[in-house]
């Protein structure tokens, strides 16, 4: 409950940051510039984070009373791992920039670098509390971590240098907190330590899992940040000026962006379920409670997210209107496109988790991995075919949807392979005709305002249950499952 807690503190003071930073900076070409940096860097930190912290649990776990052991040579690994990528970040920053056309990039993502440094060493001392239970001492840093981040980052852009000034207040807040987990928990003690093939043994599929997987979620925005800066600097009367309009681009797609990643931070605590309970049962050999549990959590978790999803696309510019400038706007039809996109992430993201829970790492690796490809290859394609105007954004979402379906339809087949089962036809059908009436009704209501805003979102919602519950795709037993992932959370 603790870890909980500050999970969903963490993911408030987020999504408060991505409000609020758009009516600091004023511009959008601002707010896309700093999008545009940080969600490459983001790559890295979640990479280096869950890896982290999976692979130092699990060795604190093995044995606690080496627990101070373990933590110090965890921290001499993140130093060689996390000081490596923020080395290599720090002196490949004007290549990136130059790939993206934008100098603009290279003092932001040198500055980041050592957010990236600092992350990793953290990651080690988070997960040696995990590992050792410590469940609410590790809620108290997140916490902590999660203040520290919001007010570095929101002071940092009032101070009135733009972009590089949010990103400076998040890399204090990042050596913040690393300096407070070091005096709090400590360093730990040296002595004989695990081999360094079995760290980087245990860390390298993960890497390339997280790699792929944060890849489909934020690549989008390098390669709309590169095709538009090409396509403007045919008609711009200075590369400035070019820059700048791929800058606004961005700032509106991230925009979409924030409202679209919410099914998928609401259905992530499904994959905590999944994977232990697969991975049990595949040990036991009790395939048929294998079935079960990958069926009825593919199923839920499609009504789940549909149920979201839908009100939010039929009301995209309403929900935009709800928290961003009118000129943000812009960036409603990718949000109607892109939550679905979303959708099939999510439903990739907890089949990959029963694949790797049925001790299929590298299958669920694989996935993600051409799904990535089908990603950065669509993006780039119908941006380029859409040109700069009305439909860049939606073309932008329609590429990064295409790509997430993909891993959807893998993981599918995979699923199907491994356990013989998958989401029930006919409920694909009613879960489809109930996010058709869902999103018609939240169209349907007027939401130029925020309060015809979240009537519509209201309205669609419970039009979808509603289609659900007729159907009878809803059933009394439904809720009962729900209740408990909710308690399980």
């Known amino acids: 409950m603790s870890i909980a807690g500050a999970k969903v503190f963490f993911i408030i003071t987020g999504y408060g940051v991505q409000l609020l930073l758009p009516r600091i900076f004023g511009e959008a070409k601002e707010f896309g510039l700093y999008s545009a940096a940080m969600s490459g860097v983001s790559i890295f930190n979640n990479v280096l984070i869950v890896a982290t912290i999976q692979s130092v649990s699990k060795f604190v776990s093995e044995d606690e009373s080496k627990a101070d052991m373990t933590l110090r040579q965890a921290l001499r690994v993140q130093t060689l791992v996390g000081g490596t990528l923020a080395a290599a970040l720090f002196i490949l920053a004007p290549a990136v920039s130059r790939v993206l056309l934008d100098e603009q990039l290279t003092p932001l993502l040198r500055i980041a670098s050592g957010m990236v440094f600092a992350y990793g060493l953290y990651a080690s001392i988070v997960g040696s509390l995990n590992g050792r239970h410590l469940f609410g001492q590790q809620a108290r840093l997140d916490a902590t971590f999660s203040v520290l981040r919001t007010t570095g980052i929101l002071t940092g852009a009032a101070i009135g240098i733009g972009a590089i000034g949010a990103v400076i207040g998040f890399a204090a807040a990042a050596a913040s907190i690393l300096s407070i987990a070091l005096i709090w928990v400590g360093w730990g003690r040296p002595g004989k330590g695990l081999p360094l093939r079995r760290w980087i043994g245990f860390m390298a599929p993960i890497w390339t899992y997280q790699v792929c997987l944060n890849g489909i979620l934020l690549i989008d925005i390098q390669v709309l940040k590169r095709t538009a800066t090409e396509m403007a600097l045919l008609g711009a009367t200075s590369a400035q000026a070019a820059v700048d309009i791929a800058n606004q681009y961005v700032g509106y797609y991230r925009a979409a962006q924030t409202f679209a990643f919410v099914p998928y931070q609401l259905i992530i605590s499904m994959t905590f379920i999944v994977f232990p309970m697969i991975s049990k049962a595949t040990s036991l050999g009790d395939r048929d409670a294998a079935r079960s549990t990958i069926q009825h959590a593919m199923r839920l978790s499609l009504l789940l997210l549909l149920s979201v999803a839908a009100p939010i696309s039929g009301a995209?510019?309403?929900?935009?209107?709800?928290?961003?400038?009118?000129?943000?706007?812009?960036?409603?039809?990718?949000?109607?496109?892109?939550?679905?996109?979303?959708?099939?992430?999510?439903?990739?993201?907890?089949?990959?988790?029963?694949?790797?829970?049925?001790?299929?790492?590298?299958?669920?690796?694989?996935?993600?991995?051409?799904?990535?490809?089908?990603?950065?290859?669509?993006?780039?394609?119908?941006?380029?075919?859409?040109?700069?105007?009305?439909?860049?954004?939606?073309?932008?979402?329609?590429?990064?949807?295409?790509?997430?379906?993909?891993?959807?339809?893998?993981?599918?087949?995979?699923?199907?392979?491994?356990?013989?089962?998958?989401?029930?036809?006919?409920?694909?059908?009613?879960?489809?005709?109930?996010?058709?009436?869902?999103?018609?009704?939240?169209?349907?209501?007027?939401?130029?305002?925020?309060?015809?805003?979240?009537?519509?979102?209201?309205?669609?919602?419970?039009?979808?249950?509603?289609?659900?519950?007729?159907?009878?795709?809803?059933?009394?037993?439904?809720?009962?499952?729900?209740?408990?992932?909710?308690?399980?959370?």
């Open 316 to 489: 995209a510019e309403g929900v935009v209107r709800l928290a961003y400038p009118a000129d943000y706007v812009a960036g409603a039809p990718a949000l109607a496109i892109l939550i679905f996109g979303i959708v099939a992430f999510a439903l990739f993201a907890v089949a990959a988790t029963a694949i790797s829970g049925a001790g299929q790492p590298a299958l669920a690796a694989g996935i993600a991995g051409v799904s990535l490809i089908a990603v950065v290859v669509a993006n780039r394609l119908l941006i380029m075919r859409a040109g700069l105007g009305p439909e860049t954004l939606g073309a932008a979402a329609t590429g990064t949807a295409i790509g997430m379906a993909v891993a959807l339809v893998g993981s599918a087949l995979a699923v199907r392979f491994l356990f013989g089962v998958f989401i029930p036809v006919l409920t694909w059908i009613r879960a489809a005709l109930a996010a058709s009436v869902g999103y018609a009704v939240a169209a349907a209501v007027p939401h130029a305002s925020p309060v015809h805003a979240l009537a519509a979102l209201a309205l669609g919602f419970a039009g979808m249950l509603g289609v659900l519950v007729v159907t009878r795709e809803l059933s009394s037993s439904d809720w009962h499952a729900l209740r408990r992932i909710i308690r399980r959370d």
